[in-house]
């Protein structure tokens, strides 16, 4: 059985769509709710993947296929006007989702998960980090858990990080 929290990022044909949380920079968050910018090729369309209590669902809107997502019968496809899933699982699931639009994103998770980070912050000054204070400005998710985890952030040009 799959964990209840942690959505699987894929539609019916097995294609991840949602953007890697390590590539986010959170705009506003309050603890299980993120806003971030991501601003990198494949931002266009949109997608959603949201689980609650019994149900899951997915859906995909003018989406650009990847290469690496052309599998199967989808070898001819470059781009996913409209596809969705909707499904009763069998374990009950607590709320959450993420939803992307273009270069915009949100996540909510209820409690919070690996894939929605607690996380406190406001016009991208980020206060606090996984349940401790931590002070990053502009920053991606990934620089700041690599701070958390004691390594060295990765470098993402032009964005500060202050963490204590």
Do not use: W
């Amino acid at each position: 059985m799959n964990d209840p929290l942690v959505l699987e990022g894929k539609l019916a044909d097995g294609a991840l769509r949602s953007t890697p949380k390590e590539d986010l920079t959170p705009c506003a968050a309050l603890g299980c709710i993120i806003y971030s910018c991501h601003c990198a090729e494949g931002c266009f369309g949109c997608t959603q993947e949201a689980e609650c209590l019994c149900i899951r669902s997915s859906c995909v809107g003018c989406k650009p296929v990847r290469d690496d997502q052309k599998t199967g019968s989808k070898q001819d496809i470059c781009f996913t006007c409209s596809e969705s899933t909707g499904e009763c699982m069998d374990h009950l699931a607590c709320c959450s989702g993420i939803q992307g639009c273009c270069c915009l994103d949100s996540r909510f998770a209820l409690p919070c998960s690996e894939e929605v980070p607690c996380i406190f912050s406001l016009f991208g000054l980020t206060l606090c980090y996984k349940y401790g204070c931590a002070v990053h400005c502009c920053a991606k998710i990934g620089a700041m858990e690599a701070k958390k985890n004691g390594g060295a952030a990765p470098s993402y040009g032009g964005q500060q990080s202050m963490a204590r």
